[in-house]
């Protein structure tokens, strides 16, 4: 933890206090945040420092900060990252990833190298693949339930400190 | 509100003070459950200050902190008293462990989380691990000593304990599984650290406190052995060689073009394997135990050739000096034992050259279970977009390179899964389609049947020119024939693509078919090339063309009886008389170099293979840079002044030719299989030619190549090029095994000479080196009678095991089905 008070003071030295006693009310903006080596080149930066944001608008106070690292993390179980899996690709935030959040999902990953036409295919596939209760969009039961059977998941969600 | 607690929590840390001092005595249980109730009265105090800032939950921690340590020294002073040198230690221990920790409080920062804190949290933080396991070993000496003084004391009821224990364990699964809660980190402190509190309390009450330190050591152990086991993954990750290279390709190209790289790089392993083998078995030790150069007439140039025997032209067609080092067959001695290590030449060489097609074959096979068994196993498609949507990012990445990279891999898998799935959409016009193919076909068999006739007709063409004398005629009727051979292994593949765009295949599947017709290709090329000569080994025609080992051996024969002849002569000459029938006069000294030699058509053939080789190799890198490299130069800087727009038409930038390449490799390694019998030095030529065309490949793709327009995904093709490798592996022990088994080895070369076969050796061996009994056990092994019944329990064993995997294999296709209609049905 150490480390990580480390990492948070040196994005703002002047704002992060090195003393927490008496709990300073410090929330480091987004964009020094996805400034970080580690997220720099991450499609989904915004999102994740979004989801862990407690504010909603994505301003991280250093309990977000270590919440945000621990999901992160190998020691993280598989539940809980799905969950903030499943928050980091709705992006709407409606607690449903439809069909323009995977659109928006796919842009992103392959940085828009892909015709509509193609677009429009996966996505459709994907909602067709995953979606169980048949709403068109998949709620986080459908989510979870894809996500678990997936043997990549695990492996590139780890962060190594 | 929270300063009430606080007092509280300090009254009570006083309580514990005075408790601890006076020491043991009945008046444990009371306090103790007097503490119960105060932290009873604290937990839900705490529970309401869920959601007060932190700063007074820091300052609740740092005393919190305090106390455990006035505990702690409590503790010591009452375990002064106590007898167990357990404790003792624990104590010990436990004052180590508390200095650690202050020394880290004063160390660290004012971090106002601190030790506690940073116990509940879970970072992979070495430290971090080190301090849980330090607390979990200091909750449990405490307890552990709780429980030592509490021996003394009178048990609590049944009841109370039965309810105790269910709290505890209550807490204890909290603790264990709160970090599976998605809840805000305060809220998870403060949870954490009643039940933490509650724990420690009440678990000394129970007596479970021994043992629980080398639970908690054995949880250490076992995360440091993780750790160890994921590092030493990465290492040898790290290893393989190429491994980067061949990334960047796959995500620029897809998975088909790295399939070819990773093929290469799996027979440069092979190669390497070979290599070790021969040189270090038969080459070195020959030329460090053997006679040296000079010393026998086999090892020596003779006197003819010794003017131009260093030359670079000479040593570059690997005659000369070449020709007669441990890289050839003739050089080798045929005695026995060589050098104090009494080192078996003939028997290594023999069991190297058996040995290195044996160890290809089972690595062949190996490999072909190996893809079939990742093939068949587990290729669960049904979320297959899904994943590839969600999962496919490395959250690892932070290099803007390897993002790059990432990026383009991603799409390029996107772009393979939407191939696999519009074919799958796509509706055919069935009657149309197969009239299409079955004229695509009808074409190609013309062009394979044009081709064979084109060679028989320059063949004999090129033999009449022979017999008219070669003087009489250009470059272009000396060559004619490699010449058209090799043109026609240029054009026909072309050919056979085109002919392929007819037939609307999955790139998949057109890609086989591409690769098996350049297979007949050049099967047919050499069947009918062998014919067209077959009917001229009687002419002494073998000069001309010295690719078939055949030929070069028959004439061989013819040539060792005119030698043998010559030098019987000779020899006799030398003794200026009669030839007596029974000489016994001593051998003259002659030097070695104008011994009349005996012809040594192993040695001959390994030339040719080598040469092969090299010339193989010349052309396809000339290919490479003149095709790729040049054309893309040329398309590049010539657009801006060309009528038409070079790079969408023609000429274009070249895409990778993955079936000519993979065919080129797969012919190559069959003259190396070939020709390292005869030629030790072929593997160590193939893996210097391997490592160089690795880099150059490599370099070439990324620059001068095009990814393809429909990049398909390759799984399935390996064990299409292991399948061909294997023929191919197949046809080329052929001539070497039966060289071995029925042809009497030259008399003047080579480790064999001198025997009526190759493989007399191993009797020979068996009969000096091993007792009596083995050979006679051998001699019955080797009865046909006991070797026919063995082979047919093979076959039958080969028998049963197929239709057991075919079972196995239906039997796991139907589950894979059920599963699909359970899941569908929820």
Known sequence: VYRLHGRYHEMAPNVVPMDYTKDPDVKLPMQLIINMPELKENPFKERIVGSFSEDGEGSLSFNDFVDMFSVLSEMAPRELK?????????????????????????????????TAEEITLVCEKVIEEADMDGDGKLGFADFENMISKAPDFLRYYFKQK | D???????????????????????GTKRATPRTRRGHARGRDRHGDEEDEDDEDGTRRAGHRRHRSRRRGRGAGKEASDSDMEPSKSRKNQANQKSKEDDEEEEDEKGGKNGKGKNEKKADKKPDKKGKKEKANKKKKDKKKSGSGSDSDSEEEPITEEELAKLKEEVEEKKKLIATLRNKPWKMKK????????????????????????????????????????????????????????????????????????????????????????????????????????????????????????????????????????????????????????????????????????????????????MAKNANDDGGGDDTSFNFSWKMFTSWDYLIGNPETADNKFASITTSFKEAIVEEQESRK?????????????????????????????????????????????????????????????????????????????????????????GRIFALFLGNLYTFIIALMDEINLKARYLFPFTMFD????????????????????????????????????????????????????????????????????????????????????????????????????????FDISGNVLGLIFNQGMIWM??????????????????????????????????????????????????????????????????????????????????????????????????????????????????????????????????????????????????????EN
């Open chain 2, 675 to 824: 020709g390292s019998f005869y030629a030790p030095c072929l593997p160590a030529i193939n893996v210097f030619r391997l490592h160089t065309s690795m880099y150059l490949q490599c370099w070439a793709v990324m620059c001068c190549n095009v990814p393809q327009e429909r990049v398909f995904k390759a799984s399935r093709s390996n064990n299409f090029y292991m399948a061909m490798l294997l023929f191919i592996l197949f046809l080329s022990t052929l001539p070497a095994v039966y060289t071995i088994v029925s042809i009497p080895p030259s008399f003047d070369c080579g480790p064999f000479s001198g025997k009526t076969r190759m493989f007399e050796v191993i009797s020979e061996t068996l009969e000096h080196d091993f007792p009596s009994w083995f050979g006679k056990v051998f001699g019955y092994a080797s009865n046909p009678g006991l070797i026919l019944p063995f082979i047919l329990l093979m076959v039958l064993s080969i028998y049963y095991l197929n239709a057991t995997s075919k079972s196995y294999k239906e039997a796991n296709l139907e589950l894979k089905k059920k599963l699909q209609s359970v899941r569908t």
């Open chain 2, 2 to 24: 929270g300063s009430d607690v606080d007092n509280e929590e300090g009254s009570a840390a006083e309580n514990e003070e005075n408790v601890k001092g006076t020491g043991k």
């Open chain 2, 188 to 367: 998870k402190l403060s949870v954490l650290k009643e039940a933490q509190l509650f724990v420690d309390k009440f678990e000394g009450a129970l007596g479970k406190g021994k043992g629980k330190k080398f639970y908690a050591y054995k949880v250490m152990m076992m995360k440091k052995w993780m750790k160890f086991q994921r590092d030493f993954e990465n290492f040898k990750t790290a290893c393989i060689p190429w491994e980067m290279k061949i990334k960047e390709i796959e995500s620029h190209f897809g998975s088909s073009v790295a399939s070819y790289f990773i093929f290469l790089r799996w027979m440069y392993g092979i190669n390497m394997i070979l290599f070790g083998l021969t040189f270090g078995l038969v080459m070195v030790p020959e030329a460090l135990m053997g006679k040296p150069y000079g010393s026998l007439p086999r090892k020596t140039v003779p006197r003819a050739e010794e003017a131009t025997a260093m030359n670079f032209a000479t040593l570059w067609d690997f005659s000369g000096f070449a020709q007669y080092s441990v890289l050839f067959y003739g050089y080798y001695n045929n005695q026995r034992t060589i050098g104090w290590l009494k080192f078996r030449m003939p028997l290594s060489y023999f069991l190297v050259g058996v040995g290195t097609i044996g160890y290809s074959f089972m690595i062949v096979i190996r490999t």
């Open chain 2, 427 to 515: 509706e055919e016009n069935i009657h149309l389609t197969r009239f299409l193919r079955v004229l695509a076909n009808f074409l190609a068999l013309c062009t394979l049947a044009g081709s064979g006739y084109l060679i028989f007709f320059v063949v004999r063409r090129s033999q009449k020119f022979a017999l008219e004398g070669l003087e009489n005629y250009g470059w272009w009727e000396r060559n004619e024939v490699n010449m058209v051979m090799s043109l026609l292994g240029m054009f026909c593949p072309t050919l056979f693509d085109v002919i392929s765009s007819l037939e609307n295949y999955h790139p998949r599947i057109a890609l086989r078919w591409q690769l």
């Open chain 2, 552 to 655: 070069i051996y028959l004439g061989n024969l013819e040539e060792e009886k005119i030698v043998k002849y010559n030098m019987t002569i000779w020899e006799a000459s030398l003794y200026n008389g009669t030839i007596p029938e029974n000489s016994t006069a001593p051998p003259i000294q002659v030097d070695p170099a104008d011994v009349p030699r005996g012809p040594c058509w192993e040695t001959m053939v390994g030339q040719e293979f080598v040469r092969l080789t090299v010339s193989d190799t010349m052309t396809t890198y000339i290919t490479i840079l003149i095709g790729d490299f040049l054309r893309a130069v040329f398309v590049r800087f010539f657009n801006y002044c060309w009528c038409w727009d070079l790079e969408y038409g023609f000429p274009s930038y070249s895409e």
């Open chain 1, 82 to 114: 799905a969950i903030y899996a499943f928050k980091i690709y709705d992006f709407n935030t409606d607690n449903f990833i439809c069909k323009s959040d995977l659109e928006q999902t796919l842009n992103k990953l392959t940085r828009e190298e892909l």
